[in-house]
């Protein structure tokens, strides 16, 4: 079974950039397309970017300019830039396969961002 395992959350004010990571326990970027999804309180967990196994990426239309979706497949791992924040992007940030898979949600990684 894959596990995934996002890091790189945490609180950080408006403006500012945060890099997120998440590390794969075998290589899968090579055969999926791989997205980072957003859950924000009391909101549904939804895809905020995606890139496939060729490189090839999409945003969602708010975070668009600001995020870029990136992948290491010798090293098992996709990252999230995240670039000037606002308060609305906060929530918890998952990785998983596009379209999502169950087993593989992990526990994510808590992104504040604060004003």
């Known amino acids: 079974q894959v596990q995934l395992v996002e890091s790189g959350g945490g609180l950080v004010q408006a403006g500012t950039s945060l890099s997120l990571s998440c590390a794969a326990s075998?290589?899968?970027?090579?055969?999926?397309?791989m997205g980072w999804y957003r859950q924000a309180p009391g909101k549904s967990r939804d895809l905020v970017a995606s890139?496939?196994?060729?490189?090839?990426?999409n945003y969602a239309d708010a975070v668009k300019g600001r995020f870029t979706i990136s992948k290491d497949n010798p090293k098992n791992t996709v990252y999230l830039q995240m670039n000037s924040l606002k308060p609305e992007d906060a929530g918890v940030y998952y990785c998983?396969?596009?379209?999502?898979?169950?087993?593989?949600w992990g526990q994510g990684t808590q992104v504040t961002v604060s004003s």
């Open positions: 998983n396969k596009v379209p999502s898979y169950n087993p593989y």
């Open positions: 075998r290589n899968i970027f090579i055969f999926n397309t």
């Open positions: 890139i496939t196994p060729g490189g090839s990426t």
